[in-house]
């Protein structure tokens, strides 16, 4: 089950992948669909928001457009 962890209220535009980079913040890469090989885009931020990541959490962009995590599993069983 994912929590909560912090608002960002990013609206969410197709043909985007969005995620919580290194820094904590939300940013977006355009999805490459059947484009030439070697032309991936730099990805640009979308939200300054400064999330401490904690280890063995899984941290991303929920569909109401906030910062959530999800513990993860790791092991098979």
Do not use: C, H, N, T
Not at 17 to 38: I, N
């Amino acid at each position: 089950m994912a929590e909560k962890v912090a608002k960002a209220g990013v609206k969410k535009a197709s043909g985007y992948l969005y995620f919580v980079d290194k820094q904590g913040d939300v940013s977006r890469a355009k999805m490459a669909r059947g484009r030439k090989k070697g032309k991936a885009s730099k990805p640009e931020k979308v939200a300054k928001v400064g999330v401490k990541k904690q280890g063995g959490y899984l941290y991303f962009v929920d569909k109401s457009g906030d910062i959530s995590r999800a513990k993860m599993v790791r092991g098979g069983r």
